[in-house]
């Protein structure tokens, strides 16, 4: 059974994917028409004019489908802008892989984005005919691809069987046809090796930067808790027992009493230094796993939290610790300022990713230059070469998406 929905949810995820390439295959198509135009053109000199808007063009419409493969696998770098000049343009190797792409996805893109809205379409219609083939007028044929002349129930099961064998089909090559479609997107925008590399590097250092300062905003921390909280608690608990031993000789009840307050003091700094100490890396991640400790802050959120996690298998402390402060950061973000009703977590591994996904459905309009704690979760999460996606239009839901690589 566990096989089964695995396979459903693998066809539905393939299906999405799918229709959104048929969007950008027809974006496609419209690029390379206009291009056929503007090469007639070219043949009486006028489309000369027309060349750099139609790389423009094309540069926009690879640029939606990098958008999608990012989102549903690696990221695909965006180049720069199409060089000026006709020359410089056509000479640049990033347009003219964009010129073989739009071809290639034009063509295969729709093909396979059809076939597969196609699929499904057939699959209900002919499944769903014994139910309602006497709607049909006397001795019609069925809808679709159906040959044989629909004369009773027995000729209305069987194109019903036909549905179940498109059903079947399309749950079988749903995901084949996904990967056939990204394919040449997969393997003509992506960067020029030289380039991707040097991007890279600049991605790399920024990130490094960033990790760098995140560590000092830590530290900064730490040393703040430690010293506004937990010292000033031992500095008390250091003259409470000064005070006491000199109250000891004169007046042993009153000593009792200062004993008592060092020792409450000396409790409240335990407490306060348990704290730090989870706040760098939390013990329940050892003791309960990544699940654990989720669960742990789903039920302790003022907002009523629905919580979903599909890991079946430990991933690094480093990734776990950094999804533990991600989901615990964005529930304190929810609490403080979504003025929500509900909100939703759901953390799954696919491959070598793990991905985190936090939903509420508050006010929305979540702004990370207005302080709202996404910056330092973005911080957090490029540390680990990782990726973070954040939609909140105003009047919500406020989504957050968080990739990280795990390792296979």
Excluded: K
């Amino acid at each position: 059974m566990e096989h089964v929905r695995g396979r459903v949810r693998a066809s539905v995820d393939a299906l999405e994917h799918l229709v959104g390439g048929l969007g950008t295959a027809v974006l496609a198509l419209g690029a390379l028409l206009g291009a056929l135009v503007v090469a007639a053109a070219c043949l009486g000199g006028v489309g000369l004019l027309l060349v750099p808007g139609l790389l423009q063009a094309v540069r926009t419409v690879a640029d939606r489908e990098r958008a999608r493969l990012s989102h549903w696998g690696p990221p695909v770098p965006t180049p720069g802008p199409v060089p000026q000049g006709l020359r410089p343009a056509l000479r640049d190797p990033v347009v003219r892989r964009e010129l073989r792409w739009v071809v290639a996805h034009g063509l295969l893109g729709f093909a396979t984005g059809l076939l597969a809205l196609v699929l499904p379409l057939y699959a209900v219609q002919d499944t769903t005919f014994p139910l309602w083939y006497r709607l049909l007028p006397p001795g019609a044929g069925a809808p679709g691809i159906v040959w044989w002349r629909i004369d009773g129930l027995p000729d209305a099961l069987a194109v019903g069987l036909l549905g179940v064998g498109w059903l079947a089909l399309a749950l079988t090559i749903g995901p084949r046809l996904a990967r056939l479609q990204a394919w040449p997107g997969r393997r003509l925008l992506p960067l020029p090796p030289g380039v991707d590399l040097s991007l890279r590097v600049a991605e790399l250092t920024a990130t490094r930067a960033a990790a760098l300062d995140a560590h000092a905003v830590e530290l900064r921390r730490i040393e703040r808790s430690l010293h506004d909280g937990t010292q000033n608690r031992l500095v008390a608990v250091n003259v409470l027992l000064g005070a006491a031993r000199r109250a000891l000789r004169r007046d042993p009840a009153r000593a009792d009493e200062i004993l008592e307050r060092a020792q409450s003091a000396a409790e409240q700094a335990l407490g306060e230094l348990r704290t730090v100490v989870r706040g760098i890396l939390p013990p329940v991640l050892d003791d309960r796993g990544l699940a654990g400790a989720l669960a742990g802050l789903a039920a302790e959120c003022a907002v009523p939290c629905r919580l979903r996690v599909d890991v079946d298998v430990r991933c690094a402390a480093a990734v776990e610790a950094t999804a533990y402060f991600v989901v615990a950061e964005a529930l304190t973000n929810v609490v403080r300022h979504a003025g929500a009703d509900a909100v939703d977590v759901a953390v799954r591994r696919e491959a070598d990713r793990l991905l985190v996904t936090v939903r509420d459905d508050g006010r929305g309009d979540a702004d990370e230059t207005r302080g709202s704690g996404l910056t330092g979760i973005r911080r957090r999460v490029e540390a680990y070469d990782g990726r973070m996606t954040v939609t909140s239009p105003p009047g919500g839901p406020t989504r957050m998406h968080v990739e990280l690589p795990c390792g296979s």
